[in-house]
């Protein structure tokens, strides 16, 4: 920048003002980003939802998806159809969930049942089993 005669020095105090502003503006900015994060971090951990760290030990294993198509044909078909994509009961491998398509909530339907007419396995499948069905489910999601 070109100093012009008597705007010179009003110039460069102009200059060292802008200066102080800006470093005023970041630290405010770093001070916002440093506030959000730690508040977003607080946030998430509160609203993860029950059972977030419920994981399927059978996920994407191709021997129990196989043995869990054997489960389903023999105790799904009836209502959920051959390809689980529903009779009278819903659609297994869209993407929408009544209850829930979390591990946890899938798990938590197919053991205790749901109002609406699912019954509950847990007297007839084991809690292995009920993963392996879960596990085929999965397999056929559109998604
Ligand atoms: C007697 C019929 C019947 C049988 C057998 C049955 N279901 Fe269901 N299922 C239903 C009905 C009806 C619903 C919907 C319940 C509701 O809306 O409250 C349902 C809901 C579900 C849901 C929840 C879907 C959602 O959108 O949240 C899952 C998961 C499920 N069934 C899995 C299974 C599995 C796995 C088996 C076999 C072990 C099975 N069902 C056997 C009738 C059945």
Redesign the pocket.
């Given at each position: 920048m070109s100093c012009k005669r008597i705007f010179c020095s009003r110039g460069i105090q102009r200059k060292a003002a802008g200066r102080m502003l800006l470093l005023a503006a970041g630290v405010l900015v770093m001070s916002f980003v440093l506030a959000a994060w730690s508040f977003t971090g607080t946030v998430s951990a509160a609203e993860a939802p029950a059972g977030a760290g419920v994981k399927n030990p059978f996920a994407g294993k191709p021997e129990a998806i196989k043995e869990g198509e054997k489960?389903?044909d023999a105790?799904?078909a009836?209502?959920?159809g051959g390809d689980a994509m529903g009779q009278?009961?819903?659609d297994?491998t869209d993407d929408?969930?009544?209850?829930?398509?979390s591990d946890a909530e899938?798990l938590e339907?197919?053991t205790n049942g749901?109002?609406?007419?699912?019954?509950s396995?847990k007297s007839e499948?084991g809690k292995d089993d009920?993963w392996k069905?879960?596990a085929y489910?999965r397999s056929l999601s559109k998604k």
């Open positions: 489960i389903f105790k799904c009836d209502c959920h009278s009961g819903p297994l929408k969930w009544i209850y829930g398509g899938v339907t197919v749901r109002k609406g007419g699912m019954p396995w499948l009920i069905v879960i489910i």
